[in-house]
């Protein structure tokens, strides 16, 4: 979901500026909206800003101040949040609510994340077989095998090394490759891409152009699957569902699933290890106590919430949530950090604790939309954590905490380097 905020804006301009054409309206000013209705998207370091907190004490569901005669409301609270994001009859992700109809057969950027059922339902379908446990198992070793080269790579290294760029970043890269079955030749190509991908500095049209140039690489390798179908995501959808799709609809799937799992794990893995370093007790529990993982891993999610916000939702029809009335057509941006934050779920919980396992928490969403790739994450942040304090017990961050230097507004929040001094 890296470069979401770019691609939404830069889609909802696109697709906005055909139609203002004809009803002489201006909507490509999403890209400046005030920093009131950003205050979601901004962070304190590792915390929100205080404001969020306060929205969500006083109305967890409040109207956020936009232009245009958009109402778009924020959801802080819990309950609220679920509220919203388990009932998908209310609710759309289709951002034809807000720009209206798409005139031509122009494809909707988000694959999964704006659709709506039937056509979420039916791409869903093709997708979940290969996410259950039993698939994912085969994925174990391999994962074990990547976060094992990694740690090598690093160990060579004689100065400080940015965990950002040799570990948070690789690993995930790599094990989506594994899942979809992309060919190890390809490995150094497909990282690239995934890296171009979400280089927000890169500005709207290197991020667009890096879109256009996965989107061809992936159907490259969906022809190839095509031909010779291998074990991985794209062979079996191809070999057990291979008439119901075509080669665009497979190769926009194998980009969501790019999108949806490479920046997000990255981020955990980066932030983790800031935590990690941070908070000696939980370095010394990860390093020594097999079990404590599971807990740790729960807590890091539902602490650091990386996606904080979900995708936009949409009233199909008027609603009251927490007390408040959502007409027909208004936006909802529901605050996942928030919600992740809210006293409901126990106490203290703006803080991180490591002794606490969180019964439950809205990292990975809730409802239809909920993660695909729930599980495969937690696998990677399960093997890659302990084995990164167990090779390194030794790490400490080579600058000092306030000189990281974290994204200002993003969706998915994340660091931009951690040099670390491994030994
Ligand atoms: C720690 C890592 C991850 C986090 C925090 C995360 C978080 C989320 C959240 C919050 C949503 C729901 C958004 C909404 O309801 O609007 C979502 C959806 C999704 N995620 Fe993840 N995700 C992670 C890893 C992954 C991985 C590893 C994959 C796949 C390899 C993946 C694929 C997807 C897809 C395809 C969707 C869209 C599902 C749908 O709309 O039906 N995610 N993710």
New binding site residues.
Partial sequence: ?GNLRTRIVSWVTRRYLARAQKKGLDLSKLAILPDAALMPLKRDALDPVPELGRAREQTPVTKLPVPFGLNLWLVSGYEEAKAV?GDAKAFS?DFEHLVGKADGAEQNPG?????DPPV?TR??RL?TPE?TMRRLSRLKPGIEEIVNERLDLMAKADGPVDLVEEFALPI?SL??CE?LGVPYEERDAFQHLAVARFDLFGGAGASLGAISESLEYLLGVVREQRKNPGDGLLGMIIKEHGDEVDDRELAG?AD???????E??A??LALGALVLLQDPESFAKVRDDDESIHGFVEEL?RYL???Q???P?FAREDVEIGGQSIKEGDMVV?S?SGANRDDVLGQAMGGFDGTRVPAKH?????????????E???M??RSAYPALVRRFPEMRLAVSPDELEFRKVSI?YGVEKLPVTLR
């Fill in positions: 979901m994001l992700n694959g999964l994340g704006f659709a979420h791409l869903r997708l996410f995930p094990v989506i899942l799937l969501g699933v790019l999108t949806g799992g490479f997000t794990t981020s955990m999610l919430t990386v996606v916000v979900a995708f939702r529901v996942l809205l990292a990975f969403g809730y409802g239809a939309h909920r993660c695909i790739g729930a495969l994450a937690r990677e942040l998915v």
